[in-house]
């Protein structure tokens, strides 16, 4: 009796295997039952933005990812720019941030998790400072250059007279840290001179990221485990949940302490902190929008959302310039000719409307954040069912990535060189710059939620990149293979830019 039992639940097991083969056989990926496609995603842990890309060429630009069933982590991956259009823009008011990517950031509420209502307020209080007035635009300039003068100068000269190796990638991450710093709070942590310190902020941040990476890959139930047992990730997580918020609080009381005593913003302070709190008086702002909690969540964004992005774009851009010297060529050439005065070596800056004569210099800026996006990965959560104009059906709650890393190595959009770093697939034969269609080239996302630093970003990242190509030559050392770490949250390189500097001489 027992073995004819035993004998039946083989027979349905083994039936119930063979359906599921049967009905998977033409899959890319195999679609295991229990466990889903995660050994499939397991064994391309290492690089997963590649295998994404790979599983959308040979599916067509749309595909559903089965994760296992105890862990209800489905979903939808796609680059098909028209799937795009329809998520961001189209069809933008049935898809959202969602409440998972906030369980993973639990109290902290910034601008690129939040939804609704709290996204409204935080949206208005960051556009009440990048909308550009002279005010804001002076301060940003001044800030600028003194951060580029301040620091980066002598830091790079620094190494460039020792002619030891540097890792480039540091550099320009505390450069972009103090710049931040300067414009959120007014305050310069000089995280970037000689000695490269180790700050605890920055550090802190580190393990935040690193953790919360962690949660985006591991089941909820594993990392709460974690959590309450207050081990790995979580735990450096929790200290440095800590320091952040001394950081945040002790400035934004300080801020206030300030505000009170003065009981105006100084002429020379137009950092966003100031500007939220003087927004704040008196303003429709809610009594939320009024908290300490609120600016707290204001300063952690602007200490996490464009900093790395921009590190990451120059750090691409110069370690591409030095692999490929016919390019720097043409960029040298385009500085001399737009600034023929510029043997002084002092530092240089320009208006946007300058900037835009930088023709060569904009496609080769171009060229790298279509290659290397800084955000490889967006992610969205449907509200309600709906269908993709791919023909693809979305439930509701149904998780949705959307591969801007993918769509930028697409030899439909790009063509079959699409894996090549040529910025003249920007500029048309008289000479112009050719712009991309947003719905096909979008590494700073587009519609309601596109990113709100991008001109600041991009007059940083070219002042950067024509002041350091003037000055130097930057050499990636010979033992370094420069690889990108593969992560879906953010694009870095897995073990930095070790470069040497080579003064130019000017000429
Ligand atoms: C190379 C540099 C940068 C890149 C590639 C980049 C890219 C992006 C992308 C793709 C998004 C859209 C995210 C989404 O749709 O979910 C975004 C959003 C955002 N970015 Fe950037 N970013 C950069 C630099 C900056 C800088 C320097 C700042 C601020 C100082 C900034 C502020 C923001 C903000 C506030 C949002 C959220 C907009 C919203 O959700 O309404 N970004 N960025």
């Excluded at 004819?4 to 639940?9: E, G, H, K, N």
Aim: hydrophobic share 40%.
């Amino acid at each position: 009796m027992v073995v004819d039992m035993l004998v039946a639940l083989l027979l349905i097991v083994s039936f119930l295997f063979l359906g599921h083969w049967y009905r998977n056989r033409n899959s890319t990926v195999r679609n295991w039952p229990v466990v889903g496609m995660l050994p499939a995603l397991a064994s391309n842990a290492d690089r997963t933005l590649d295998f994404f890309t790979d599983m959308l060429k040979s599916t067509g630009g749309t595909f559903k990812i089965i994760g296992p069933w105890f862990a209800s982590s489905d979903f939808v991956l796609t680059a098909n720019p028209m799937n795009i259009n329809h998520v961001f823009c189209k069809n933008h008011v049935n898809y959202e941030k969602g409440p998972e990517l906030r369980q993973i950031l639990e109290t902290y509420e910034g601008i690129i998790t939040s939804d609704s209502d709290v996204w409204k307020r935080q949206k208005k209080a960051l556009l009440s400072f990048f909308k550009y007035n002279k005010k804001s635009a002076a301060y940003m300039d001044r800030i600028l250059l003194q951060v580029l003068e301040g620091s980066l100068v002598p830091v790079l000269e620094h190494f460039q007279r020792l002619g030891t190796e540097v890792d480039l990638e540091d550099v320009l991450g505390r450069f972009n840290y103090d710049y931040m710093c300067l414009l959120g709070f007014g305050v310069n942590p000089k995280t970037l001179s000689a000695e490269l310190p180790v700050v605890e902020i920055t550090e802190a941040l580190g393990h935040i990221d690193d953790a919360l990476v962690h949660r985006r890959v591991v089941p909820l139930m594993i990392w709460k485990l974690q959590k309450w047992l207050q081990v790995g990730t979580e735990k450096k997580l929790r200290r440095g949940l800590e320091i952040l918020d001394d950081f945040a609080y002790t400035h934004i009381s300080s801020r206030r302490d300030e505000m009170r005593r003065s009981n105006a913003m100084a002429d020379d302070r137009f950092d966003a902190l100031t500007a939220f709190m003087v927004e704040e008086e008196g303003s429709d702002m809610s009594e939320m929008g009024k908290s300490d909690k609120f600016l707290r969540d204001l300063v952690y964004d602007f200490l996490t959302v464009g900093k790395d992005s921009t590190t990451t774009g120059l750090a691409c851009f110069l370690w591409l310039i030095s692999t490929h010297p016919w390019v720097e060529t043409k960029i040298l050439e385009e500085i001399k000719a737009n600034c023929p005065e510029c043997n002084d070596g002092k530092m240089v800056y320009f208006t946007p409307e300058e900037l835009n004569k930088f023709v060569y210099l904009r496609a080769a800026f171009c060229e790298t954040l279509r290659l290397y996006p800084p955000v490889p990965v967006d992610f969205r959560s449907s509200i309600g069912p709906d269908v993709l104009p791919s023909g693809d059906r979305i439930g509701p709650n149904t998780r949705i990535l959307i591969s801007l890393y993918s769509m930028g190595r697409s030899e439909d959009i790009w063509g079959e060189d699409c894996m090549e770093f040529r910025p003249e697939r920007w500029i048309s034969e008289v000479g112009e710059f050719m712009h991309k269609p947003a719905s096909l080239y979008l590494p700073f996302g587009v519609g309601q939620r596109a990113c709100l630093g991008k001109e600041l970003s991009l007059k940083v990242m070219n002042t950067v990149a024509i002041n350091v190509l003037r000055h130097y030559e930057v050499k990636v050392v010979e033992d370094q293979k420069v690889a990108m770490t593969n992560k879906v949250l953010a694009l870095t390189t897995q073990h930095g830019l070790r470069v040497r500097l080579n003064k130019r001489l000017q000429s």
